[in-house]
């Protein structure tokens, strides 16, 4: 208690409630309608509560509010537990939050919590069961209500983003005892349907508005797709079963149409490059191909370099028996003059015996230089007709030809076209030919 007597000055006064406010009320549940609010840039919420007869302001600051899961708007009807205390540069009565909540949803509250247990219990929101979106979406379907806001925002961003994706509508209740079953059918009947993603979307609201969106039955429906799924429901901070079991979740239904719409402009660079890249790697195989080319002419043989090259070998194969010959006869005057000396060294043993001998040597060398020579001859005379049938010049004479363009032979109809003039070599000469046409296969061409 104070004394009546004693003077207070402003701030003193003010000072002095506060504390005996904080004493008195260090914790106390209201519950009210919500009449005005503002979120500071700060991130603090100031608003007030009221009823039919009275009315409260009060501050929620950031780091208490984060943990809401929701932003409230006016006509909420709201749940706090506050301390109660005085701002004193004004001397304003104000109730300071701790807790906030949408008045009556204690229960929903604890069945959101008992249900999301039970469903992780049983692997339901695992990551090991996600799948990631496909990196390109041309055709998606849309769960959603016909008249939510989100639909529209949802279309905008499609237009916007990706013109070429398509999407089908699958319409159905987001709100209300109805909403559950149509959403399930809904659910199945896009998962049927051959789409490349799901997305299933709505716009925000209390715990009560979106609680379709916690049911069972959904949660299950949402998690047995086959086709990947994005879930967006709500705001930020509104957080649903559903979006628990989706491959991906969204921050917004807006988000959730960025997500499965690469822009048009960010593929078609990516077509371009891919174009690019392609004609490099084409030019390139190109490139080899025709330094391949190139080296296989360079190897060819026209007819009338392969016969002069046999020309050679054969004037080479005539040198070398020459020399051999040559050698023979060598041999034999050698081994006469031999017999010769050896026989002047005996006349004293026989004059006539020696000229026998010697006559008999002469003979027997004779016919070993001619058996030599005739073989000589004979080998040479079979390597020339060997040459001569596998000349170019036979093949001539029988009346084939051979055709050359300005700078090659040519071996297959592809490489000329009619009208075109063309070297033919025959036997005895060589005549200038046009093209008129030319036949695959077995057909002759004229000419």
Known sequence: MTDFKTVFSVSQFTRHLSDTLRREFMAVRIQGEVASFTKASSGHWYFSLKDEQAQVKAVMFRQRNILVGFLPKVGDKLEALAQVGLYEPRGELQILVDTLKHAGQGDLHER???????????????????????????????????????????????????????????????????????????????????????VLAR????????????????????????????????????????????????????????????????????????????????????????QQLDRLELGLVTPSAYLQALEQRLTHARAVMQRQLQQALRFANQSM????????????????????????????LRQSVDRKVQQASMGLL??????????????????Y??????????NSVDQVEPGQVLAATLADGQLNVTVRDKTHGSGVPSV
């Open 112 to 198: 959101y919590l008992k249900l999301k247990a039970m469903l992780a219990t049983e692997g339901l929101f695992s990551q090991d069961r996600k799948r990631p979106l496909p990196a390109y979406v041309f055709n998606i379907a849309i769960v959603t209500s016909l008249q939510a806001a989100a639909l529209a925002d949802m279309r905008r961003t499609l237009a916007r983003r990706a013109p070429h994706v398509r999407y089908t509508l699958y319409p159905t209740a987001v709100q209300g005892e109805a909403a559950t079953p149509q959403i399930v059918a809904a659910l199945q009947q896009a998962d049927s349907a051959g789409h490349e993603v799901i």
């Open 203 to 290: 716009g925000g609201g209390s715990l009560e508005d979106l609680w379709c969106f916690n049911e069972e039955a959904v949660v299950r429906a949402v998690a047995a797709c086959v086709t990947p799924t994005v879930v967006g429901i709500g705001h930020e901070s509104d957080v649903t079963l559903a979006e628990f079991a989706a491959d991906v979740r969204a921050s917004t239904p807006t988000a959730a149409a960025e997500l499965v719409s690469p822009p048009t402009a960010d593929l078609i660079a990516q077509v371009d490059a891919l174009q690019r890249d392609l004609r490099r790697v084409l030019e390139a195989a190109l490139s080899q191909r025709a």
């Open 337 to 364: 003059v031999g017999c010769v000396q050896r026989t002047g060294r005996t006349l004293h043993g026989g004059m006539n015996e020696a000229q026998t001998r010697h006559a008999k040597v002469v003979r027997l």
């Open 382 to 399: 079979g390597q020339e007709n060997t040459l001569r049938a596998l000349s170019p010049q036979r093949n001539l004479e029988k009346g």
């Open 401 to 410: 030809a051979f055709l050359q363009t300005a700078d090659s032979v040519v």
